[in-house]
């Protein structure tokens, strides 16, 4: 049974920072590429940044240069730096992972390549 368990989440002021992280349970690949996507209110769920299996990041460009994605193979842990928070990063945070190496042709952030999903985690910023 494969989980990824998300944490970290919250609610801060504007210009504030927060770390997310994400552990995945159950799956014996130690480097998937893993990623988040969000989704805030009234919108479409949208990639925010992934991890290729290599360690290489893509970030979406409403976040570039604030937030940062890091990795930890052995733990099978990803975590989301997520810094100078705008109100606009208001959402619910999902942890994703492809053990099946098909994240790229179709866009690092298509959704359906991905095959497991966490729960999960709120992050609320406020003006």
């Known amino acids: 049974q494969v989980q990824l368990v998300e944490s970290g989440g919250g609610s801060v002021e504007a210009g504030g920072s927060l770390r997310l992280s994400c552990v995945g349970i159950?799956?014996?690949?130690?480097?998937?590429?893993m990623g988040w996507f969000r989704q805030g209110p009234g919108k479409e769920r949208e990639g925010v940044a992934i991890?290729?299996?290599?360690?290489?990041?893509v970030y979406a460009a409403s976040v570039e240069g604030r937030f940062a994605i890091s990795r930890d193979s052995a733990k099978n842990t990803v975590w989301l730096q997520m810094n100078s928070l705008e109100p606009g990063d208001t959402g619910t945070y999902y942890c994703?992972?492809?053990?099946?190496?098909?994240?790229?042709?179709?866009?690092?952030?298509?959704?359906?390549?991905?095959?497991?999903w966490g729960q999960g985690t709120q992050v609320t910023v406020s003006s």
């Open positions: 994703a992972a492809d053990t099946n190496k098909r994240v790229g042709p179709r866009g690092w952030d298509y959704q359906s390549d991905y095959n497991y």
């Open positions: 159950g799956y014996t690949y130690n480097t998937p590429t």
């Open positions: 991890i290729y299996y290599d360690g290489s990041p």
